[in-house]
């Protein structure tokens, strides 16, 4: 383990931080203004530790990602194995390693059915961009090369690159770069705290599903390539789709002979108590991107799953697929999420979570409930969220409309030893699917805590003009 740095040592590490590095989604004028960024130097099991000594609670599972947790040993091991034999190799020009292919026939087994045939990405971004790609060139080799449309929804999130945040629909990200790129549409999602407040559920339901397939006649259903979603909204807000939704999107999808793209760079290995959140939802989709949990965020990897029957397509057309990168299928990332499979597999990490840690967070959470500044306290699997509002019974923000109120909250959880992420009004948590139930309590106690703390500064947040 890393010792704790001196104050000379974190002092010229920040210094360089500022002088040369520039971290990922920030603000540059503020990273500047605070003297550079917290360092983290280590960690173990569900808990980070900074330069400064701090322990902190990991209720974010690194960035959706560290599901085995920390300190994972044999993990590092496989790394250093792998590397010694074969460190790199490609997948072009006819080649392949051994660990990829394994790989790829571990996920044929545990997606099952018809979604048998894997492509290596090295970020959700990517999987999501093959997925973008190999959808309309699927439509192209069948004849429909007008098939180019995707369907997305307001608010989701799939990634940073231009096709990845044009499929997102998030439209800070769409202000920065003349975004979204053509041919992509987006709709409501299916956010019942904010857009179906007070609605019956089952109606909400149907209303939402409903809104694909109105934007699918008034495009034209012979221009849609796909509708892409997430099985829950994760980066969006942890937005949980009411019963019904998914099930009523597949066979709109269905009716219009329409891929359904599933992300699951989130949902995807055990966070929903499932191996994958479309089992969850029990639907069937087409095209399934992943990463994150992967390999539990050890080393950098992501797939695109595609069903048999595109790529019969793809086979009976010939010719090449001119998309891949560098790295896909890198034999040491491959190696590592193996064995980071085999260890959720072995330590039952799936099963604990749907029949153990995921009722305890929903029993935890709900002491949440009676606090003056909740609106709602939800969770599914091991993923959740905490609405912040300015009025109970309602879903009033502070600053009369959504704002960033869980910003406040968020720095104060982190000052009181919890990582949490902080969106608009809301706090989510994804912690590792190791995390003990002292350690469900401790998130859920920590953050009534800062609430409390945070309190007073909310309630003198300005309204809108």
């Not at 051994?98 to 970020?123: C, D, E, M, T």
């Not at 904010?194 to 934007?215: L, M, S, V, Y």
């Not at 012979?222 to 019963?243: H, N, R, T, W």
């Not at 299928?329 to 604990?352: F, K, M, Q, Y």
């Amino acid at each position: 383990m890393a010792a704790q740095m001196t104050s000379a040592e974190l002092t010229e590490l920040r210094r360089l931080d500022v002088a040369h590095h520039l971290p990922a989604q920030s603000d540059y004028k503020l990273h500047r203004d605070l003297g550079g960024s917290r360092m983290i130097v280590r960690a173990e099991g569900c808990t980070i530790y900074d330069a400064e000594g701090h322990a902190i609670l990991d209720g974010m599972g690194g960035l959706w990602c560290v599901n085995v947790g920390y300190g994972r040993q044999e993990l590092a091991e496989v790394a250093y194995a792998q590397m010694k034999e074969l460190p790199f190799y490609h997948s072009f020009f006819k080649t392949a390693t051994a660990p990829a292919v394994q790989l790829a026939a571990k996920l044929a087994g545990k997606l099952g059915g018809h979604l048998q045939h894997i492509f290596f990405n090295n970020s959700g971004s990517e999987a999501n961009d093959t997925a973008f790609r190999l959808a309309r060139h699927y439509w192209a080799l069948r004849g429909q090369p007008e098939r180019k449309v995707i369907i997305s929804r307001w608010n989701a999130y799939h990634g940073s690159t231009v096709a990845g945040a044009s499929l997102g629909g998030m439209k800070m990200m769409h202000a920065q770069g003349d975004l979204p790129i053509p041919g992509i549409s987006h709709v409501m999602q299916p956010y019942g705290f904010n857009e179906g407040f007070g609605e019956d559920p089952a109606k909400f339901a149907e209303r939402a599903a409903n809104a694909i397939e109105e934007r699918i006649l008034e495009i034209g259903p012979e221009k849609i390539a796909a509708f892409i979603g997430e099985p829950v909204q994760g980066a969006g807000g942890v937005i949980i789709p009411p019963e019904g939704y998914w099930t009523r999107v597949d066979a709109i999808l269905k009716k219009y002979g329409i891929l359904l793209i599933q992300d699951e760079v989130i949902c995807g290995f055990g966070r929903l108590g499932t191996w994958f959140g479309f089992q969850h939802f029990g639907v069937k989709p087409d095209i399934v991107s992943m990463a994150k949990g992967l390999s539990s965020g050890y080393l950098p990897i992501a797939a695109t799953a595609v069903s048999t029957e595109i790529v019969a397509v793809l086979r009976e057309h010939g010719g090449d697929f001119v998309h891949g990168y560098t790295y896909s299928g890198h034999p040491t990332c491959a190696a590592v999420a193996l064995r980071n499979l085999e260890i959720i597999e072995r330590e039952h990490l799936v099963e604990n979570c749907k029949d153990d840690l995921a009722p305890y967070l929903a029993k935890a959470l709900r002491r949440l409930d009676s606090h003056p500044l909740v609106g709602e306290a939800r969770s599914l699997g091991l993923i959740g969220a905490v609405e912040i509002v300015s009025k109970k019974g309602t879903n009033e923000r502070f600053t009369g409309k959504e704002g960033n109120s869980g910003w406040i909250v968020r720095d104060a959880c982190i000052r009181n030893g919890l990582m949490v992420r902080a969106i608009r009004d809301s706090l989510v948590m994804c912690p590792p699917l190791i995390v003990t139930h002292a350690e469900i309590d401790r998130i859920v106690d920590t953050i009534a805590k800062s609430l409390d703390e945070t309190a007073a500064t909310l309630r003198a947040l300005p309204a809108a003009v």
